[in-house]
């Protein structure tokens, strides 16, 4: 049988289980090669031989999705994987359009075909966009069931920007661990919460490695706690899936690609935010869950939020900072230092654009909905210099943050700042004490 060619679409992350799982050691197929989309400057590079396996002694290359079209024909692929998320359903089906146009198949894989089995129980996290509050949901999860005795080792979903071969298997226990792996601002969004909760995660590029590794760590492990990405369905076989939405974004849950997939997966779908959405948006989404999942247990939830001065939002000029992410691909229009602004008393939100610097200036262009927000972009050294740059030349009173990280101590900021940090409350019942009940039994 005729040997297939595969290119794998990706984003530095799913692509790369993908391979692993599906394509690593399967000789009727050949990938020849990665593309990237989404996040900047992680194309030409690529997959090293030692993460590939035998049957890539040279490792395989990683090019810009903008050359898909030509790739296919120049390397005669028969197939294209598309492996990354967050994504409407119009985009895929425009890639589709383009690979099937160029002559090669699309494929989309599944849960049955990528889905690792743990020896441990496995809660999983997803969401059907970035930017619901997956982490502050397992920091809730990881507060109830090691209030019940039980050791919790958490896995982030993938976001290897450096180097791949270094960031085989990455273990997080310290803040000095963020340090030691060279993390750039959007690795430490999402790992420095939990070990400032007295967590251990570990995220990287084999996610067998790193399951196992998770399974034997000499802290001891009862619980594998998958804490996914973007809108991802989990690496790992879960027997739990909780799966959260946002009613600021109404109708998504069933728009955006592999979103709804997680919550047609999900045992429990938390609607988060209730506290600042508003109602029809709230009803919009309950609807859609009942539509599309209505086996599934609902949780209401707010997004708390804890300002640690307030004193330098009210009535000043403030400019505002959010994670990065949640306002590019994740199309947010509000985050918890805008919310903080509103209740706070801030006599006015400073457009940065105007004041924009280097790849800051690059993101807005890409982006331009993101109106007058910062991304705390920070992929690589130099959007952290520009992003710096950025938040020194703009003129305003003071800075509210809204990153899940201390921006401050990786960044200089020569402003007064507030930083906003949040995390999940249920609201009346059942809660997640109720719903993990039958789990942790």
Not at 252 to 276: C, F, M, Q, W
Request: proline share 6%.
């Amino acid at each position: 049988m005729k040997q297939r060619r595969v290119i794998i679409i990706g984003a530095a992350g799913r692509d790369f289980h993908n391979f692993n799982t599906v394509y690593r050691d399967n000789p009727a197929y050949e990938v020849v090669a990665f593309t990237a989309a989404q996040i900047p400057d992680i194309a030409d590079r690529k997959y090293p031989a030692s993460l590939a396996g035998s049957l890539y002694p040279q490792g395989i290359p990683i090019y810009e999705q903008e050359d898909l079209a030509s790739l296919i024909v120049e390397l005669a692929a028969d197939e294209c994987v598309f492996s990354y998320s967050d994504v409407p359903y119009t985009a895929v089906m425009e890639v589709s359009a383009l690979v099937n146009a160029a002559g090669a198949d699309f494929t989309l894989l599944g849960p049955k075909a990528t889905m690792l089995k743990s020896t441990k129980p496995v809660i999983a996290v997803g969401a059907v966009r970035t930017g619901c509050g997956k982490s502050q949901t397992t920091r809730r999860i990881t507060e109830v069931l090691n209030a019940h005795g039980l050791k919790v080792i958490s896995i982030r979903h993938p976001m290897p920007y450096g180097n791949l071969e270094a960031q085989k298997v990455q273990r997080f226990a310290t803040i000095e661990d963020l340090t030691l792996h060279q993390c750039t601002i959007e690795e430490m969004e999402e790992y420095e919460p939990h070990i400032a909760s007295g967590n251990i995660i570990y995220a990287g590029v084999d996610y067998e490695a790193i399951l196992r590794a998770a399974e034997n760590d000499e802290c001891g492990c009862d619980v594998i706690l998958w804490d996914g990405g973007n809108n991802d369905f989990s690496f790992y076989e879960p027997d739990l899936m909780i799966t959260i939405v946002d009613p600021h974004r109404p109708g998504h849950e069933l728009s955006y690609y592999p979103g709804e997939v997680t919550l047609r997966l999900a045992d429990v779908v938390i609607i988060n935010k209730i506290d600042s959405a508003d109602y029809e948006g709230i009803q919009a989404v309950r609807a859609n869950i009942e539509k599309v999942n209505p086996r599934a247990i609902v949780v209401d939830a707010a997004s708390t939020l804890i300002v640690d001065r307030p004193e330098v939002i009210r009535n000043k000029s403030v400019l505002v900072v959010e994670d990065g992410p949640t306002l590019t691909h994740g199309e947010m229009k509000i985050g918890a230092g805008t919310v903080a602004a509103r209740r706070f008393g801030a006599a006015h939100i400073v457009d940065p654009r105007p004041f924009a610097v280097g790849k800051l200036t690059e993101t807005f262009d890409i982006y331009p909905k993101i109106g007058q927000l910062l991304p705390a972009m920070g992929y690589g050294e130099q959007q952290m210099k520009d992003l710096a740059a950025t938040i020194e030349q703009t003129v305003c009173d003071s800075v509210v943050i809204g990153t899940p990280i201390d921006l401050s101590r990786v960044i200089e900021i020569n402003k007064d700042c507030a930083r906003v940090q949040y995390d999940l409350q249920e609201i009346g019942t059942p809660t997640l004490e109720d719903v993990l009940a039958p789990f942790i039994k």
